[in-house]
């Protein structure tokens, strides 16, 4: 499949994105090398300090591509319509429920799984955990961590991470009735759902996202 190739050349530009040291903020002996003593298990689910630029500029690439497309097809008006792929076959249950949960939760963003993608789903093994990232050019992923989702709930890890796409940071201290607490709250946390102030925070950012968009910006539509 066609972003099979775009993951492959992603993985240089990811790795560099994410080399930051993750315990930098919290760690401290932030100011000596870490490579002795780090913690090898690092999760952006559960937390790190690079997620959250990391989340912002994957929300950017994601909004710019979508509004992209639908200037491009006149419709100015209707909610803004985010197109993703699945390359996450143990997922996919997971993610199906994600997007019913997205799409009952908010009005003015629609998630549909399809060609010609803004985003898309893909998995493995990583010891940082499920995360979001981006090329920085319209086109990102959300990857998801075998290990993780058997330690956290599957679906509220896609959900969660989906709201990234969607504009959310990261609130790890938040309690489990908000979707963006992640692993804060602890595996025993199963909720899948944002809360109302996180559905508010979604609609606010993409209808004001919209209004804001300009038609002089260029913007990478081809994949
Ligand atoms: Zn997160």
């Known amino acids: 499949m066609s972003h099979r190739r775009i993951l492959t050349s992603l993985a240089g530009l990811a790795a560099a994105a994410l080399a930051v040291p993750s ?6 002996t932030a100011s000596t090398p870490a490579a002795s003593s780090a913690p090898t298990t690092v999760s952006s689910y559960t937390g790190s300090p690079q997620d959250e630029a990391a989340t912002k500029a994957f929300y950017d690439a994601v909004m710019k591509s979508a509004r992209a497309k639908q200037a491009k097809a006149g419709n100015k008006l209707a909610a803004v319509t ?3 792929a699945v390359d996450a076959p143990s997922f996919a249950s997971q993610i199906s429920s994600s997007t019913s949960i997205w799409n009952s939760s908010v009005s003015n963003v629609h998630l549909v799984e399809g060609s010609n993608y803004d985003f898309y789903y893909t ?5 940082r955990g499920s995360y979001a990232s981006t090329d920085g050019h319209g086109s990102g992923y959300i990857f998801l961590d075998y290990a993780q989702a058997e330690q956290y709930d ?8 989906t709201g990234h796409v969607l504009g959310l940071p990261d609130h790890y201290s938040g309690p489990c009735s908000e979707l963006m607490s992640g692993g804060g709250p602890g595996p025993s946390c199963t909720n899948p759902n944002p809360d ?3 559905r508010a925070q979604v ?3 993409w209808a004001n996202g919209f209004a804001g968009f ?10």
């Not at 315990?23 to 401290?28: D, G, I, L, R």
């Not at 998995?123 to 010891?127: H, P």
């Not at 599957?154 to 991470?161: F, G, N, Q, S, Y």
């Open 23 to 28: 315990f930098a903020a919290a760690a401290p």
């Open 82 to 84: 985010v197109t993703y």
């Open 154 to 161: 599957p679906v509220r890890i896609t959900a969660h991470e």
């Open 203 to 205: 609609n606010s950012l």
């Open 196 to 198: 109302a102030t996180e």
């Open 214 to 223: 300009g038609a002089k910006a260029a913007f990478h539509t081809s994949k």
């Open 123 to 127: 998995e493995g093994n990583d010891s």
